[in-house]
């Protein structure tokens, strides 16, 4: 089966642009995940979606950050405007229910803002 | 609050040796815990995960771990370390039964001497 697609895979912006990232979870996975993970640390998530339903943006910057899964498929997640801390990967994750268990880990899209 | 303490930042292990990793785990309930791979550029890739009865897993690549509740560790394990292991390496807990949300250790690189 396919895995989880993001793209794009790298973006170069100055800070105060915007930027937006997307991601396709794997077919029939009702869970989608957005993480963050800065140069030397673990992921940590931003936003958790059950279909088309925030579970989970505690720690999502709302002033900046927002996300979406509209049609409880594929979702963005954009941020604007960007600071130079906003430098990271944001790795887009899936599970195929909303509990725990495996989540599969797309590639990620690298951010550096300058 | 829940978290993940790695307390080696980078290994260097020649190629044939053991190798032991090292997660430490604060939770108040039964832990769901989970270690993750990833190569450079690449997404995580599950190697294995604990819930509940046998507390030595077996996951993929010939890794292996075993959970301790009295010392709250987890450590990852493999009696022969290939050149292709070279990668980071991550323990996760999960931060609720219900929602399956991650928490992630700082990770520990991996690295591989020939």
């Given amino acids: 089966e396919a895995g ?5 895979r790298y973006k170069i912006i100055e800070k105060r642009q915007s930027v937006a990232f997307w991601c396709n979870p794997i077919s029939g ?3 989608l995940y957005w993480y963050q993970q800065i140069l ?3 992921p940590k998530l931003l936003i958790q979606f059950q279909n088309n339903g925030v579970v989970d943006d505690s720690q999502l910057p709302k002033d900046r950050f927002s996300a979406e899964r509209l049609k409880g498929v594929d979702s963005t997640l954009k941020i604007q405007p960007a600071k130079l801390e906003d430098s990271a990967v944001y790795l887009c994750a899936s599970s195929l229910l909303i509990r725990v268990e495996t989540q599969y880990f797309g590639p990620g899209t690298r951010l550096l803002v300058l | 609050a829940q978290s993940v303490t790695q307390p080696d930042i980078h290994i260097t292990v020649s190629e044939g040796a053991s190798l032991e990793l090292r997660c430490n785990y604060s939770y108040g309930a039964t832990p769901y815990l989970f270690w993750y791979v990833q190569s450079p550029g690449q997404g995580l890739q599950l ?3 604990y819930f509940s009865g046998d507390t030595l897993v077996q996951g993929i690549k010939g890794f292996e771990a075993e959970f301790k509740r009295s010392q709250s560790s987890f450590n990852l394990r493999k009696p022969s370390v290939h050149w292709s292991d070279a990668a980071e390496y991550f323990c996760a807990v999960a931060g609720s039964s219900n929602t399956g949300k991650l928490i992630f250790g700082q990770g520990t690189t991996l690295q591989v001497k020939p």
């Fill in chain 1, 40 to 42: 030397g640390q673990g």
């Fill in chain 1, 29 to 31: 996975h009702a869970t």
């Fill in chain 2, 47 to 49: 190697l294995l995960k």
């Fill in chain 1, 4 to 8: 989880v697609a993001q793209s794009p």
